[in-house]
């Protein structure tokens, strides 16, 4: 049995016709390989941005924590020569200062993490205005400052200060796993 010329040449089209469909989609199929790559790519480039926002924030929020520990505070704005009242305003301002500063931070941290060192803070400024409201009216900042280390020796709890920095910690080591 032969084939015809016309035949023949109804084959080879046939045959480059679906030649030219395998190649299409095997192409179609690589542009789609290529496209999904460079998506997960640009997803993986996403998280890392995200991770390192947040590893920078629980570095920030962690250093706001030392900078608001009372002990801390107390050293750093000590200022000589203050009344009691002018040095309550000091380490107010300051706590409140050091928080503002980096409120922007919550958005990048659980918020459990947030509440903890808003939690932190209020605590911080509840200790600071009680201590200073049961010293007489003559008292100076350095009997504050006195008055505010003697509470946190003898009871060591009332600073939150370290649970805060160990929590802010773990949550950040999760995050580099």
């Known amino acids: 049995m032969s084939l015809s010329t016309s035949e023949m040449v109804w084959g080879i089209i046939i045959a480059v016709f679906l030649a030219g469909t395998l190649a299409f989609l095997f192409w179609k ?5 290529a496209q999904l790559l460079t998506e997960n790519e640009k997803s993986n480039d996403v998280d890392i941005s995200t991770k390192q926002l947040q590893l920078q924030a629980y570095e920030r929020l962690t250093l706001l924590t030392d900078r ?10 000590n200022q000589p020569g203050l009344s009691a009242r ?3 305003l000091m380490l107010t301002q300051s ?3 050091e928080f503002e500063h980096n409120i922007t931070q919550q958005i990048y941290v659980s918020a459990e993490a ?7 803070k209020e605590q911080n400024l509840l200790i600071v205005n009680q201590v200073a409201s049961y010293l007489p009216e003559d ?21 939150l200060h370290n649970i805060v920095s ?10 580099m796993k």
């Open 29 to 33: 199929q690589r542009k789609e390989a």
């Open 68 to 77: 608001i520990a009372i002990p801390n505070l107390v050293s750093r704005v």
């Open 86 to 88: 002018d040095m309550q």
């Open 95 to 97: 706590i409140r200062n």
């Open 114 to 120: 947030w509440d903890a060192v808003r939690n932190l």
């Open 139 to 159: 008292a100076t900042g350095l009997d504050l400052n006195k008055a505010l280390l003697e509470v946190l020796v003898q009871n060591p709890k009332a600073s």
């Open 166 to 175: 160990d929590a802010l910690s773990y949550e950040a080591k999760k995050l």
